[in-house]
């Protein structure tokens, strides 16, 4: 489809192909602009605050994306689930092993849990439809079981505001504990320490989310806030007298431990 102004239109754009202009997961459309006639959408100012926002990087575990790479991470996740539920419900249907389905349920909420990390850290909203489009429903966790501990907060986001004080303690304290096996060992022990505190925190928001007992949970917010990386780095070098590397280190090695006091009030320790 060359043009007077654009004689490389296809080479330049893949128009056509699967992965150029128009193609699948491209959210972009063009028609003809006639001057003197057709009104542009964006000013020059408004296209050029643009194009600059699109290409400013945002970091996510030691790597810089811009907003087109960040899309193309997201959409590469999505797939990675897609394909990881459909080895679950095969290894179901074929009658696998047991632990060889708890390993590849495990996998599955590690690229979950990552999705909504990064998704939040790039500013783009999930779009798990894209997942679920397979029809398997919540594929992560067993259908035998009646217990939501282990399930992940997306696959009952259905319990929002409804489940028990205990019910709520037994799945953050078991979310908690698989902090270790979600980080990312390749990144640097301050990368690592940010990446358990981001899980830590999402870990604890959602239980909240899911507490029956909002009034409880207003509580909490107020006097046990969820608190940023630098702010807890800060609190432990003040409380405990320690450098701001030891700090770092503390809260690697910590972020998996929830309160002993909370868990024996439910029964969860001795």
Same mark, same amino acid.
């Given at each position: 489809?060359?043009?007077?102004?654009?004689?490389?239109?296809?080479?330049?754009?893949?128009?056509?192909?699967?992965?150029?202009?128009?193609?699948?997961?491209?959210?972009?459309?063009?028609?003809?602009?006639?001057?003197?006639?057709?009104?542009?959408?964006?000013?020059?100012?408004?296209?050029?605050?643009?194009?600059?926002?699109?290409?400013?990087?945002?970091?996510?575990?030691?790597?810089?994306?811009?907003?087109?790479?960040?899309?193309?991470?997201?959409?590469?996740?999505?797939?990675?689930?897609?394909?990881?539920?459909?080895?679950?419900?095969?290894?179901?249907?074929?009658?696998?092993?047991?632990?060889?389905?708890?390993?590849?349920?495990?996998?599955?909420?590690?690229?979950?849990?990552?999705?909504?990390?990064?998704?939040?850290?790039?500013?783009?909203?999930?779009?798990?439809?894209?997942?679920?489009?397979?029809?398997?429903?919540?594929?992560? !966790?067993? =259908? *035998?079981?009646?217990?939501?501990? /282990? +399930?992940?907060? %997306?696959? @009952?986001?259905?319990?929002?505001?409804?489940?028990?004080?205990?019910? !709520?303690? =037994? *799945?953050?304290?078991?979310?908690? /504990? +698989?902090?270790? %096996?979600? @980080?990312?060992?390749?990144?640097?022990?301050?990368?690592?320490?940010?990446?358990?505190?981001?899980?830590?925190?999402?870990?604890?928001?959602?239980?909240?989310?899911?507490?029956?007992?909002?009034?409880?949970?207003?509580?909490?917010?107020?006097?046990?806030?969820?608190?940023?990386?630098?702010?807890?780095?800060?609190?432990?070098?003040?409380?405990?007298?320690?450098?701001?590397?030891?700090?770092?280190?503390?809260?690697?090695?910590?972020?998996?431990?929830?309160?002993?006091?909370?868990?024996?009030?439910?029964?969860?320790?001795?």
């Amino acid at each position: 489809m060359p043009t007077p102004d654009y004689p490389d239109f296809v080479s330049s754009t893949g128009y056509g192909t699967v992965t150029g202009l128009c193609g699948v997961n491209c959210y972009h459309d063009f028609y003809p602009f006639i001057p003197g006639i057709s009104e542009p959408i964006y000013s020059e100012e408004e296209l050029r605050q643009m194009n600059e926002q699109e290409n400013t990087p945002k970091e996510f575990g030691g790597k810089s994306y811009t907003a087109y790479e960040a899309t193309q991470r997201q959409r590469a996740l999505e797939t990675t689930m897609r394909a990881q539920r459909q080895k679950i419900s095969l290894l179901e249907q074929g009658g696998a092993d047991e632990q060889d389905i708890i390993n590849a349920r495990g996998q599955y909420r590690a690229t979950s849990a990552e999705y909504s990390r990064f998704s939040q850290a790039m500013g783009l909203p999930q779009q798990r439809e894209r997942v679920t489009v397979d029809g398997l429903g919540s594929i992560g !966790v067993g =259908k *035998w079981t009646q217990d939501l501990t /282990e +399930k992940d907060y %997306n696959d @009952i986001i259905n319990m929002k505001g409804k489940m028990s004080d205990y019910k !709520v303690r =037994k *799945w953050y304290k078991s979310h908690a /504990e +698989k902090i270790p %096996n979600l @980080i990312d060992s390749n990144l640097t022990v301050e990368q690592q320490a940010k990446q358990a505190c981001d899980l830590r925190n999402m870990f604890r928001f959602q239980a909240r989310e899911l507490m029956a007992n909002q009034k409880l949970r207003n509580e909490l917010d107020v006097k046990d806030p969820i608190r940023s990386f630098e702010e807890i780095v800060e609190d432990k070098m003040n409380r405990k007298g320690i450098t701001r590397k030891q700090a770092i280190e503390d809260v690697l090695k910590t972020a998996s431990k929830s309160r002993k006091s909370v868990n024996k009030k439910f029964g969860l320790e001795e």
